[in-house]
């Protein structure tokens, strides 16, 4: 079957060119790298099925406009890399905005709760779709499980051992893309391919669309990487990584659409469907994206642990003197992961994670709002930042999880 030839080789080419020391060296993608692997992670093998369910063949449009409001936010994270850093260490930044900021620090620490819950609980779905078995309980398990390990591994041996995985993780999706264009254009040649009459956009599809904004999560983390990039890189790699991962999700949701219009999605356990499904489009790739999908989803929550626990322990320190346990950022994550699992399914997981991210986001925009008003006097950045604002929070306020 020459599907599973082209999955396989265009796997490789893009291994080889993602892995060359001139790419691999390069100050620009190793900035890129970070966010991106982010950006492209769980969501992308979750969202195709889900956005399918809801919204049928409007599901392109749908992705674009989650791409869309992640830019938009994304230029207000870049407006405080270059505007308010410095303003935070020279404690020269208005009161409204270091308020503002100092409160997205809180949002963000409990995000990454969420988050590494999200991403722990679709890991548990996905072992198990790997053995074909759809088991919330047993799924929750495993979740648990993975929060304990995190918790007293992370708090008392540190994660050095883990490895880099981005650039694997993508030379999978760009040759699962690769097999997937393959597939509509002999449809097309053959003349067969069509699209089924199915979907609608309704106020709930909208809401729902809205409860999946932390599958474009993740281009944030160019905020935190001022120790090992300068201000200019890590805005250019931030715009660089929502422009390459938007054009993936677009054209992958896109190419999906031909095949859920021949194939029937599965009755249950949507979240993790892709995995079966994608035999549909070569024998070799359910294999294939089960890696890929242990690899991004383990890989992410460590990330995530890792920050949380950062950001915790510098909020403990803040405010509670003199205390010992530095480390009890990860703790707190398992307890409160723990409790989201056994009281969640992960279609709300996913909006909770949505909403808490879309929180964070909503401050930060606030943060560059006022700074733009009080600091320049921009009243164009004032309006543009706050109204970006205010799709965050409508992403807070009107998002629902999705009813599959």
Known sequence: MIENLIAIISTLIFSIILFHDKIDNSPLWRATAIPLASIIGSGFLVVAPLLYFEVGKYSPLAMAFLVIIAYMIGSAIRYNILEVEDRLKDNSLNKISFTFERLSDIALAFSYVVSVTYYLSLFGDFSLRGINVVNETISKTIATSLLLFIAFYGAHRKFNF?????????????????????????????????????????????????GMLIVVQG??????????????????????????????????????LYYFSKYPLPTKGLDSAIITFSKHVALVLPIMLLSLSLIAQ????????????????????????NFKFKDIGYIIIAFF??????????????????????????????????????????????????????IALSVVIFGVPASA
């Open 162 to 210: 883990l490895a880099k995985f981005e650039s694997l993780k993508l030379a999978i999706i760009l040759g699962f893309i690769v097999t997937l264009a393959y597939g509509n254009l002999k449809a097309f040649f053959n003349g067969v391919w069509q699209l089924k009459d199915y979907g609608n956009l309704s106020t709930h599809s909208i809401m729902v669309v809205l």
């Open 219 to 256: 281009f944030e983390t160019s905020r935190y990487l001022g120790d090992k990039f300068d201000k200019n890189l890590r805005i250019k790699s931030m715009k660089l990584a929502q422009a390459i991962s938007g054009s993936v999700y677009v054209v992958y949701i896109f190419l999906m």
């Open 298 to 321: 383990f890989d992410a929550a460590i990330a995530d642990a890792q920050g949380g626990n950062g950001l915790f322990k510098e909020l403990i320190e803040k405010y509670i003197l």
């Open 337 to 390: 992961g723990i409790l989201l699992i056994w009281t969640s399914n992960v279609y709300e997981i996913i909006t909770y994670a949505s909403k808490s991210f879309a929180l964070y986001y909503f401050l930060q925009t606030m943060v560059a709002s006022f700074t733009a008003l009080k600091h320049n006097r921009d009243y164009l950045k004032f309006i543009y930042f706050s109204f970006v604002g205010s």
